[in-house]
């Protein structure tokens, strides 16, 4: 079994997002819970894709523009409100995306390696492109995403 094929047969559901026109999706496995971002506190001095912290139930949560961070989208213009929360190791991120839509369980069969083309213009951010029905999904190499450059 090849390297590949061990990282899909370990994508059993992946939450799906927009990030502008683009539908995406992360391993469910790692994400904590969904939310509308409180009261986030800007981080002086922080990379651009960093929206700042925010209290959580008594646990800070870094916040994230994932539309920027993967070079998909500038800061400027509105900040998206909906927030995947993530466990990262012994912390909490949470990415904004600008629309939620569903958890999908994964076939298989319909999941194909990222095109080079798509890893070339956004890094290595997405690892498999997903057909389902009439749409593809991008599915995002979170532990790409969240490495701090």
Known sequence: MSGWQRK?????QVVT???GDALCGINVAGVQEVTRTLEVTPIPLAPAYVAGIFNLRGHLVTV????????MSSTSGPVPDKCIILNNGSERIGVL???LREVLAVDHNFLEPAPHSLCEKHGASFSYV???EDELIGILDI???LKVE
Do not use: M, P, R, T
């Open 64 to 71: 994230i523009h994932l539309a920027v961070k993967i070079g």
């Open 17 to 19: 997002f927009y990030l």
């Open 8 to 12: 899909v047969q370990s994508l059993g």
């Open 130 to 132: 997903l057909k389902a």
């Open 97 to 99: 995306v600008d629309e």
């Open 143 to 145: 532990d790409e995403v």
